[in-house]
């Protein structure tokens, strides 16, 4: 216990900074430059870091550019950032947080979907709200995504139910539907669809993983003995609508983001049972009392109302 102390009394607060920085960027001239520190004081700071780890944490890469973390410095990443957050959280706790004055950078994992669907009032609001020390980063992120939570990399993940984290918290922002979009003037006209009309027009499939061509809907299909042509596969929502109103070929996407497009495309109810999904809010049960996330969580909320 008493050289745990000992090591415990050499390690203050910068340290731990830094070392959450170094970690992160695996170059010493990258790290001093988001510490606003000169490059000679960050190595200082890394030969500290590695007599009190009895480790070599980072060392050179092979090309010369760069470092490589070794096996300790990859396992104290992820407690290294909750040490912090949690510090974070107890020296502000009480405190209120307001976008206009505090400093604050946010990270969200966010598919193009939803974020077209609230883009036009995010941009708005963000702008008349925000103050010049808020940033937010939105990352389309939809793998590892418990991992990057805990390590403190997304602070926030907007997604349906399967791509929540199993361990963060969620509240439910709106359900969805599915709908077939066309653009206007389309050849088939503007009639009621059957299911093999359907199956046999042209689609484009969304596939956010890449490649493939066959999907949710494909599933709902098979119920039914039926197959659709897909002729088509792109791996994010917002680029449909480029293909769709400059073709014949039609998608089956979620009904908000048609909506969104709704001056360029029409929209039809499907003519065959398909279950639709609901989009969550979810985040770390660590920033469940910090003031700044729930300001977050509130403004998120807000733009998906109504």
Not at 174 to 198: C, N, S, W
Not at 244 to 258: A, W
């Amino acid at each position: 216990m008493t050289k745990l102390t000992d090591k415990l009394r050499r390690i203050d607060f910068n340290l731990l900074t830094s070392l959450d920085v170094l970690l992160d960027e695996n170059n010493v001239t990258n790290a001093a430059k988001r510490l606003n520190l000169s490059q000679s004081s960050v190595s200082t700071q890394l030969a500290k870091l590695r007599d009190i780890f009895a480790d070599p944490l980072l060392v050179p890469s092979a090309s010369g550019r760069g470092m490589i973390a070794s096996s300790k410095a990859k396992e104290l990443r992820a407690p290294i950032k909750r040490i912090l957050r949690d510090l974070d959280i107890l020296v502000n706790e009480g405190r209120s947080f307001d976008p206009r004055t505090d400093e604050r950078v946010f990270n969200i994992a966010i598919s193009d979907y939803p974020l077209a669907v609230i883009s036009h009032k995010l941009a708005s609001r963000a702008f008349a709200e925000l103050g010049d020390k808020v940033q937010i980063a939105f990352h389309n992120k939809t793998s590892n995504l418990n991992e990057l939570m805990d390590k403190g990399v997304v602070d926030l993940v907007i997604a349906s139910e399967r791509a929540i984290p199993l361990d963060a918290k969620a509240v439910t922002l709106f359900e969805e539907t599915f709908v077939m979009a066309q653009r206007k003037g389309h050849p088939r006209g503007a009639k009621e669809l059957d299911i093999d009309e359907y199956c046999e027009l042209k689609h484009l499939l969304v596939s956010t993983s890449g490649g493939s061509f066959f999907g949710y809907m494909d599933e709902q299909l098979l119920k039914h003995g039926k197959r659709r042509n897909i002729a088509m596969s792109v791996t994010q929502f917002t680029s449909v609508y480029e293909l769709l109103k400059s073709s014949d070929y039609v998608c089956t996407l979620p009904s908000r983001l048609v909506d969104f497009y709704s001056k360029d495309l029409d929209k039809f109810e499907l003519p065959f049972e398909a279950s639709g999904f609901k989009l969550y809010l979810g985040w770390h049960v660590a920033y469940d009392n910090d003031p700044a996330m729930a300001w977050l969580k509130g403004f998120i909320q807000e733009l998906f109302s109504n």
